[in-house]
Structures are given as C-alpha cells and as structure tokens.
C-alpha cells in the first residue's frame, strides 16, 4: 500500500509510528510531505525563544495515560530544565523530544520524506477503489491512501488588519516578531489566550517597556487560573476508555441519563458539586483568578483537572450519543467543563496579577473595533479606548473552510472539487467518526483519506491538546492496518 501523509508534526507522526508499531507486514511506501524545514514539529512547537512555554504540565502533554511521564522523563535524562519561575517546559523542548522520537522511524528504507508543500489532491474511483494524485510545485505522485494533518492554519484576522504597517499578524517565532518593538512603543495584544500569555511573558523578560501593555479581548479579562489539584485526579476519574466500551457493548449509543450520573458521581464522591466553578468562575476575571489564588479554591482544581481527563474521551462520548442527546449534553451539561478550556498557568497567572497590580499591563474587554488612523497608530474600542503603534494579533486560528480555502491552496481545490465541504456554520471539514473521512455531497465518504488537527475539530472534540490528537491519529494507524491488512 502507498500511503502519504500530508503535514509532520506531532499528528502526522503519531500516525506513523502508529503504523510502523502495528504493522505485521512489510508491503508498505510511506511518503511524508512537510512543508517547513524543522519536523517534527509544528507551529507550536517550532524553534523559537525559551519563554515560549507550554500550557500545561509535561505529564499532561502525552497519550495514553500510561505512558503519561513520557516527556517528563525524557527531559530528565536530557537535563532540560522546565522554566525556573513558572514552572513550565519550553515549548521548543517538545520539538526535540518528537525528533528523538521519530528518528528511527524517518530511517527506515520505505518512508521517505518529500521537504515541499502539498498544494492539491485530486481523487479517481475505479470499482469503488480509491486512488489520490497528489502534487506539489514540482512532483506529481498516486497514492492509496492520504492522511491529511496540516494542523494550525493561520491566524484570523478579526479587524481585516492584515498587510497593515506595525501589525503583527502571528506573533510566533516570538525571537523574529517581536524582537524588533522598540522599548517605547505602546503595545496592545488581541486577546488573551496562551498565545498571549507567551507574548507578556516575551516582553516582560527581553524589553524595558515604557508603557503598559494593553490587553484587547472580548467579555471576558483573561481565561482563568489553573489552581493545582492537591490529590490524584486519575484515582476519580471514571469515564475512560473502559467506561464508554462498557456503555457501548450491549447498545448502539451512549445513553445520556447514565452519562450524566457517572459525570456527577465522580464529582459527588469527591465533595465537590459539578455546576460549582461554572457558576463561581464563568466571568473569568482577573478578581476571579485572585480569588482562586487566596482560597487555593480545590473545588475549581479538581473540575479543572477533572476536565483535563475528560478532553481526551469527550469525542468518543459526544460522537456516540443520539443525536439529539448529542445537543441536549452540549447545551445543558458540557458547558460546567468546557468553560475551562485554555486556563492560564498559575504561576503565569501570578505574573500577570503582579504586573496588573504595578500597571505594566491593562484589559480592554467588550472589544468592537480598531481602525488604522491619519497617523498610523491603532484606534482600540471596547468598553474604553486606547491608541497602540504596534498591534500583535492573538486572536486564534482561522477554522472557517471559506476563509482557509482562500489563503491555502490545497484546500481551496479540494472545496472546489467538492472531496471536502464545510460542517456546521461554514465552520471547520465535515468528517465521519473516528476514521475522520471527508464527508461531500459529490463522493459521499472518502474512506482512504483522513483529516486530523483543528480543521476537524467540530468531530474530533476539543482536540486543541496534544493528547487528543496523538489519540486520534495512533487510531486511524491501527484501523488501517487492520482493513488493510498491512
Ligand atoms: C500556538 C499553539 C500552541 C499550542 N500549545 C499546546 C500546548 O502547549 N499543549 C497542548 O497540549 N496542545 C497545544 N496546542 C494544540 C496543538 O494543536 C497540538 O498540540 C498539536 O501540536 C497539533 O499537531 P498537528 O500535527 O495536528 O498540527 P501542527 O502542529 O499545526 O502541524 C501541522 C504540520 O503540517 C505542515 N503542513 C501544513 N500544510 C502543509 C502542506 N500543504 N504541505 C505540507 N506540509 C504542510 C505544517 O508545516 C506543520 O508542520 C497548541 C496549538 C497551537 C496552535
């Protein structure tokens, strides 16, 4: 079987070595296109400075559970130290342990790597057999099956700002973007997610600023403290892998009544109440944070931690409710979970209070507007005003398919060819589950390609974590060695 993989960072190559681990025979060519120089890595991982930090714990960043400590030993016995203040591992250390990783799989004699984009795919069906020709600038090649893991796309652009002068449209590589901003300059940062975060921390350690740092974001301040779990979360933590086979071996779906018992069983046994740090929480304000801090609050740390776990089930569970449970559990229940997703680190979090505190930074919230002005400063509008003469975009990664197709050329052909269409609101690639074959009126289901990172995430739930998507694409190797017999 010839197989190519489309994108070698760390889905592309938990596929690989998911494959290559389960393989029982030798009839396979494996070609791996990867656009960058630097692989495996990925936009977050990718060289860059050492205060780009990870956002969560190293023991957190691998699946399966097992094997959890992982990286965590792996830095150990490469004497990489995690940040001596807020206790994180550099987010460049995690390239280098994929590297290690993936050297004695990029060796072997039947996969080879092709450094070039990919820019369009065209399907052929002969006796319900797929074939795919796949090009790049300057290679046209056939394969039998594409797993297609282009991750990150780029970064949205909320005010159409782009191509404007002083407007950093990706901060990352932090080291080139930023390092040019002059001490002087008022600074404003759209948003405040991880990537924001990665940007005070940048600033903070290597500019002598003059002027606060204006935050420009939406309702809420800045996404809550991850206040650390005094006990073991994965001693009560109940709905694993085993769980949701049990509930599936006798019955189609999941049932929900049963899914909501267990979820609040594991919170009643612990002391805890599930709907608590939704309801104490939901603000995310920086008071919010402080308040977390003071009362070293374990009822917010165990829902935190409680949702850490559920992240890498929660697609299993949701894509195996009824439909209309499938609503019903996101409307009414995921939410006193979900709201958790992208937390601050506490010791960021204390950086970002103390610099609140001495005025190194400010919150703009209720964001509507920024517009160049006569001057070419950034008129910023929220629920006040302020002017900035640089601007750094954090404000996400575009998933719309619409707006993706007109920058990426790959996908734009195959949304005009119709092998790839849009899931719900424009949002995202309609794909099956768990093989994460495109959906499309004109093909159906594509089952030799499968689409895996952010531009499935609307199927592959909340899989903006490293674990859920090591899980999905170590999967989609097994079941196709398996249908293949490979
Ligand atoms: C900025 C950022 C920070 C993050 N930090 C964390 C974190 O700290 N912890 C965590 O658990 N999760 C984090 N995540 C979640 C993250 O999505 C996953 O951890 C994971 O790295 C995604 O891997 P991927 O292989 O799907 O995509 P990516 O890492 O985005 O890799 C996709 C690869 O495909 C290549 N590519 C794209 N298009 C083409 C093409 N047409 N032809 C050839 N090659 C192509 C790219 O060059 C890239 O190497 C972060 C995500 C982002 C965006």
Redesign the pocket.
Known sequence: MKIAI????????SFLKSIIDNKKNDNLEIDI????SE???????EDDSYDK????DSD??IYPKENKDDFKDWMEDNNKKIDPIEKMAP?IY?ASFLKDKAKDYIDLPFVNIIN????DISVSINDYKESYELR?KDKKSTYDFIFL????SFYQDPYGLRGEDSYIESP?PLKDKLKDIDDDSSIAVIGTS??STDVFRYLMKNKNLTKPINFFTGENEYKIVDIPYEGSIYDKYSLDDAWINRALSDNEFINLDELIDRIEKDFSDNGFDLRYAYNTYKDHSLDLSRKAITENDQALAFCEDYFMQFTVYVADIINNLRPQDRQIFLNKYYKYLSFLGGKTPYKSMKLILKAYDERNIDIITNSKSIEKTSNGSFLLKGDRSSYADVLINCSG?ETNLNKVADK???YNNLLSKEMIMADKDGECIAVTWPRLNPLSKKYGCLRNISI???MVTTTDID?????C?QKS?ERIGKILVDDYNL
């Open positions: 489309v994108g070698f960072a760390l889905s592309g190559f296109y990867e656009k960058r692989y495996p890595a990925g936009l977050p991982y930090l990870l956002n969560v957190e960043m987010r995690f070039e984009e990919v820019t790049t893991a282009t991750g990150a990352y991880a990537a990664i990426l050329p790959l895996t990172g952010m899989n903006n974590d490293a674990r998507i694409a």
